[in-house]
């Protein structure tokens, strides 16, 4: 069966950087987009980045856009999130998301990781 | 950017109950709607997705309907395993955005 399993996450000072991993197993990863989604401590889902199968395309949320890089491993099954100039406001559950297709576009989340926390303080 | 509003955004029911949460985009999505379904400390759960479509293994108590604009995520008789937070989410443009969720919790 699909596994995500992310890792990475921690307390981190204000304006370090972070890596986040997602592990995929059970699936043919490179046919899917893969998502980023954050949350809140108390708070909403928010998307974060997506990236195609191929990596080829890649989105942003305005609110992480030039601090934030989604990238994916095809060879290693494993997606990841460089977060640099880390706010406060970045605190939170980040979870990653298999879309259902290879496409960015008019896809849905079909299975998710657990997630891992980040803390920035 | 597209909102997605829901109401309410929590509800008191009772096991056997049926519960009808909505969703409102502020413009129009054709059938780009998923629902997800999240318990305290656990990842979130598709539910459904294209606006109807059960997501595989899923319960039939869940069904989803709309198009456009309005949606609704109908329980047709609540069960103890459903108390959670229910959110909506477009994918018909960037940025995704989701509703802000809606509690159901035990009367």
């Known amino acids: 069966q699909v596994q995500l399993v992310e890792s990475g996450g921690g307390v981190v000072q204000p304006g370090r950087s972070l890596r986040l991993s997602c592990a995929a197993s059970?699936?043919?990863?490179?046919?899917?987009?893969m998502f980023w989604v954050r949350q809140a401590p108390g708070k909403g889902l928010e998307w974060v980045a997506v990236?195609?199968?191929?990596?080829?395309?890649?989105y942003y949320a305005d609110s992480v856009k030039g601090r934030f890089t989604i990238s994916r491993d095809n060879s290693k099954n494993t997606l990841y999130l460089q977060m640099n100039s880390l706010r406060a406001d970045d605190t939170g559950v980040y979870y990653c998301?298999?879309?259902?297709?290879?496409?960015?576009?008019?896809?849905?989340?079909?299975?998710w990781g657990q997630g891992t926390l980040v803390t920035v303080s | 950017d597209i909102q997605m509003t829901q109401s309410p955004s929590s509800l008191s029911a009772s096991v056997g109950d049926r519960v009808t949460i909505t969703c409102r985009a502020s413009?129009?999505?054709?059938?780009?709607l998923a629902w997800f379904q999240q318990k305290p400390g656990k990842a979130p759960k598709s539910l459904i997705y294209?606006?109807?479509t059960l997501q595989s293994g899923i319960k039939s108590r869940f069904s989803g309907s709309g198009s456009g604009t309005d949606f609704t995520l109908t329980i047709s008789s609540l069960q103890p395993e459903d108390f959670a937070t229910y959110y909506c989410?477009?994918?018909?443009?960037?940025?995704?955005?989701f509703g802000q969720g809606t509690r159901v919790e035990i009367k």
């Open positions: 998301a298999r879309a259902s297709s290879s496409s960015a576009y008019y896809s849905t989340l079909d299975y």
């Open positions: 059970g699936l043919m990863f490179s046919r899917y987009a």
């Open positions: 990236i195609t199968g191929d990596g080829s395309i890649e």
């Open positions: 413009q129009g999505i054709i059938n780009y």
């Open positions: 294209a606006a109807s």
């Open positions: 989410q477009q994918y018909s443009s960037y940025p995704i955005t």
